[in-house]
């Protein structure tokens, strides 16, 4: 079967007088590494000089087949270095370990300038396959932490910068934003063009959030590509720093993809690594015009039709080969920086990658549901919503995990011992989905537990860590025979550390398609994360009325963080406060777009009725006037 896989080759710290350290990681996508082995790089040292040959004729562009001639010298060069003596063994090693039915996906770790410049994906070390892209990576990086909202459409950035009308290096950028413009519906692309520093920041904070952000137009690295700027209008030029806050605040809110459809732009992919973005494309040299606006049409194309990244980008590689006769090298330019802690995406992964619900909402809901005021998150229409089933062998957890979810109320019984009269309970979930504890799975239950399975929407499948028994697995087998989408929940999990855990459950990975998630009922671990997995695998009609209730949620959930607020400065009775707000709609919305000015003026303990006297409702008014009689109250 043609699988994923994943390379990683680390090179260590050194030179190419000296040679370099390298080290193998070989696994299967999206798992963890099962092979690696250590070698070395030995010292050749002629390769930055033939390389610095090469691009200086391919930085004048004028003589095509000197330009020719110095980049087959560098592939020889490249091909002869990664089969010496003490590399050639790995370089087996590795061919015996990938199959050429794989896709393969290599990432070059190192932090080394010239070795992140060259053109690997020319070495016949990854000619195995047709499949594989070889992109680099910083040898430092974390996990983003990204927060991703539920979102209709892909939203993109784009930069168009200054193109240089009238002068040598003029540029046409219309091309670019027409591909953008044309791309399917899914896009929503706002185009800043030749915008102020303080514009693209201040975009950049979108509340909102972005998925990708491009920029065409010019751009360079210094000589060691440690850092880079862009040209966004005349007279100004921009480098990652400059816009450092921004960016992190659009990363944490999902930033997915950079795209510098621009020269050289090395030196700002590797800032922007640092800041832990999960992938960016860039051109490793000077590009012309003609091949970036091919490269942008290739690539969308691919990626919007549905390519992953690194095939898409890989299509477009090659299709760039077409235009070398005019533009040599061409092929060569674009590069991947990947995050390695990041699985390299689909288009329509930017959506479904959302349907994430943010962490806090879900804790405020289960709160909410152990102080009874649960009310207030749910609607009162509840006849169709999805139908979420809690299935397990017996004392697994499945009546603990109901009750956590609804604050540790006693929804349904728990007990140490197995339950044998129990009744199937039925309860909603904040409006969003009923949730289902069904009975204990045995082989004389099945077919009652087989009733239940038929009615959900999703299944959530619980096992005890402590016992994952041949019953667990006959259970999963019923759930793929009635073709219902399947989450395998490891309950207990505190009691064992993060790798004895992943030990126990990799045994099943490996056979089952289910997707796993650890969890721990008692200490309350991944639980959001769950009804996260739980809301991304409804089906998509279900998953849209989901999502646009998470929306509405979200809101409740921010107006009550500002009543709070005010509850807490002065005084006032929640249960007025909330039944204002509960009688009046409209009220919540007016509240929002008052959170701004409300928070602060009530940290400056002084409101400015000025504020109200327009647009304002008149329970509204009243709590200002309460708020501004307190604050004055409390002045003197
Ligand atoms: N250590 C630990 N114990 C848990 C956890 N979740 C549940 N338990 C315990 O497991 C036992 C069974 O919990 P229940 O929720 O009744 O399990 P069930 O699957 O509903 O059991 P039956 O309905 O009787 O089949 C109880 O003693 C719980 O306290 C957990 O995350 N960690
Ligand atoms: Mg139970």
Redesign the pocket.
Same mark, same amino acid.
């Not at 397990?392 to 995990?401: E, F, P, Q, R, Y």
């Not at 309950?491 to 009691?495: A, H, I, L, T």
């Not at 969890?519 to 200490?523: L, M």
């Given at each position: 079967m043609a699988m994923g896989k994943l390379v990683v080759i680390k090179i260590g710290e050194g030179s190419f007088e000296l040679g370099f350290p390298v080290t193998l990681y070989i696994g299967d996508e999206g798992d963890r590494f099962h092979t690696s082995f250590d070698g070395q790089l030995p010292a050749f040292a002629q390769i930055p000089s033939i390389y610095t040959t090469w691009q200086s004729e391919y930085r004048h562009f004028i003589n095509y087949s000197r330009i020719n001639k110095r980049a087959e010298d560098l592939i020889k060069n490249l091909n002869e270095w990664l089969n010496s003596e003490t590399f050639r063994p790995r370089k087996e090693k590795f061919l015996n370990k990938v199959n050429t039915e794989d896709t393969v996906r290599v990432i070059i770790q190192t932090e080394n300038p010239l070795l992140r410049r060259l053109p690997w994906y020319l070495c016949d070390l990854f000619e195995v396959d047709t499949k594989a892209e070889v992109a680099i990576s910083l040898p430092n990086y974390e996990k983003p932490s990204q927060l991703l909202k539920p979102q209709p459409k892909v939203r993109v950035l784009a930069i168009i910068g200054d193109p240089q009308t009238n002068t040598k290096n003029s540029l046409d950028l219309n091309p670019d934003k027409q591909f953008w413009q044309n791309l399917s519906n899914d896009a929503d692309t706002v185009f800043l063009e030749k915008p102020t520093r303080q514009e693209f920041n201040q975009n950049l904070w979108d509340e909102q959030g972005w998925d990708i952000l491009f920029f065409a137009g010019h751009s360079s690295s210094n000589p060691d590509a440690t850092t880079g700027t862009m040209d966004i209008k005349p007279g100004e030029n921009l480098t990652i720093p400059d816009l450092k806050l921004a960016l992190k605040k659009a990363i944490e809110g999902g930033l997915q993809l950079a795209i510098f459809n621009a020269c050289d732009g090395l030196g700002l992919a590797k800032n922007l690594a640092e800041l832990n973005i999960p992938q960016i494309i860039v051109m490793r040299e000077p590009i012309l015009d003609p091949v970036a606006q091919k490269f942008l049409e290739y690539f969308l194309k691919a990626f919007s039709s549905g390519q992953s990244l690194y095939l898409a980008v890989r299509e477009a590689r090659e299709k760039l080969q077409g235009l070398e006769k005019e533009y040599p090298c061409a092929s060569w330019l674009p590069v991947i920086c990947q995050n390695p802690t990041e699985v390299p995406f689909k288009w329509s992964q930017l959506f479904t990658n959302k349907l994430i619900i943010n962490p806090s909402l879900v804790e405020e809901i289960i709160a909410a549901g152990a102080k009874d005021e649960f009310f207030l998150f749910k609607e009162p229409n509840s006849c169709d919503l999805p139908k979420i089933v809690v299935v397990?062998? @017996? /004392? /697994?957890? *499945? @009546? @603990?995990?109901v009750?956590a979810l609804f604050g540790g109320r006693d929804v349904?019984?728990? =007990? =140490? /011992?197995?339950?044998d009269d +129990?009744q199937t309970v039925e309860e909603n979930w904040a409006g969003l989905f009923k949730i289902i504890?069904s009975? @204990?799975y045995d082989e004389f239950r099945e077919q009652e537990v087989e009733i239940s399975i038929k009615c959900a929407d999703v299944v959530v499948q619980?096992w005890d860590i402590n016992a994952i028994r041949r019953n667990d697995l006959l259970l999963y087998q019923l759930i793929t025979k009635n073709e219902k989408p399947c989450i395998t929940a490891i309950? *207990?999990? +505190?009691?064992y550390a993060p790798d004895e855990r992943q030990i126990i459950i990799h045994k099943y990975k490996n056979v089952m398609s289910s997707i796993f998630i650890e969890? =721990?009922? *008692?200490?309350k671990e991944n639980l959001s994360q769950l009804v996260s997995l739980i809301i991304k695998e409804l089906p998509i009609e279900l998953q849209s009325i989901a999502i646009e209730k998470i929306a509405s949620l979200e809101k409740i959930y921010q107006c009550r963080k500002v009543c709070k607020q005010i509850i807490l400065e002065t005084q006032m009775q929640a249960d007025v406060m909330i039944s204002y707000l509960m009688n009046e709609p409209n009220l919540l919305t007016e509240l929002q777009k008052l959170h701004i000015i409300m928070v602060e003026k009530i940290e400056q303990q002084y409101i400015k009725l000025v504020l109200l006297k327009n647009n304002t409702t008149e329970p509204l008014k009243k709590l200002y006037t309460m708020q501004y009689s307190y604050s004055r109250i409390k002045k003197t």
């Open positions: 397990g062998t @017996s /004392v /697994v957890g *499945k @009546s @603990s995990l009750n349904v019984r728990v =007990s =140490s /011992v197995p339950q +129990e504890d009975v @204990s619980l309950n *207990k999990c +505190e009691q969890i =721990s009922v *008692k200490a």
